[in-house]
Antibody, heavy 122, light 107 residues
Framework: QMQLVESGGGLVTPGGSLRLSCAAS????????MSWIRQAPGKGLEWVSY????????NYADSVKGRFTISRDNAKNSLYLQMDSLRAEDTAVYYC???????????????WGQGTLVTVSS | EIVMTQSPATLSVSPGERATLSCRAG??????LAWYQQKPGQAPRLLIY???TRATGIPARFSGSGSGTEFTLTISSLQSEDFAVYYC?????????FGQGTKVEIK
């Protein structure tokens, strides 16, 4: 059974940092691109970042570029998101998700983890 | 960035009735569209990809159609567990973008 479990969320003051983790199981983690997607309270979904299976490629939403860094450790079946210079508007539930693609330009996502809440407030 | 617009924002449906949800893309996304279901306090779950292909384990009452800019998710006979928020997502253009969601509530 495929599973993704996020951790590391919490309350942080504006300008602070936080590192999220996502532990994967039930599939060959090293074969897949992975993404972080967030959802502000009561709002819709926003893709944040992806990383290729071997970490060769990464990309970020403009809203987080230069402040967030995605990484992975295939030996530990783990995905990470280092979030620096956090702002109030980064407050959201952060989901990790496996990227899927069948002859398409870009990816859809399945499965998703249960999410971890990041609150940026003074 | 392609803007994805879902309608209606809220759909009130009685159990056993059909629900039809719409998703419109700001420009053509071919058939590169997915649908997700999200229940309160839960992560989104993939329902449909490629505009019309059901994901593994998704009941046949869920069907997707459309291409280009106009897409539809149909739930043929609503069950109690189907009351949720539904999101569309395009993956034809960068960056991947989601619609704002349609809430399906009990009438």
């Amino acid at each position: 059974q495929m599973q993704l479990v996020e951790s590391g969320g919490g309350l942080v003051t504006p300008g602070g940092s936080l590192r999220l983790s996502c532990a994967a199981s039930g599939f060959t983690f090293s074969d897949y691109y992975m993404s972080w997607i967030r959802q502000a309270p009561g709002k819709g979904l926003e893709w944040v970042s992806y990383i290729s299976s071997s970490s060769s490629y990464t990309n970020y939403a403009d809203s987080v570029k230069g402040r967030f860094t995605i990484s992975r450790d295939n030996a530990k079946n783990s995905l990470y998101l280092q979030m620096d210079s956090l702002r109030a508007e980064d407050t959201a539930v952060y989901y990790c998700a496996r990227d899927l693609n069948i002859a398409a330009p870009y990816n859809w996502f399945d499965p998703w983890g249960q999410g971890t809440l990041v609150t940026v407030s003074s | 960035e392609i803007v994805m617009t879902q309608s209606p924002a809220t759909l009130s449906v009685s159990p056993g009735e059909r629900a039809t949800l719409s998703c419109r893309a700001g420009q053509s996304v071919s058939s590169n569209l997915a649908w997700y279901q999200q229940k309160p306090g839960q992560a989104p779950r993939l329902l449909i990809y490629g505009a019309s292909t059901r994901a593994t384990g998704i009941p046949a009452r869920f069907s997707g159609s459309g291409s280009g800019t106009e897409f539809t998710l149909t739930i043929s006979s609503l069950q109690s567990e189907d009351f949720a928020v539904y999101y569309c997502q395009q993956y034809n253009n960068w960056p991947p973008a989601f619609g704002q969601g349609t809430k399906v509530e009990i009438k």
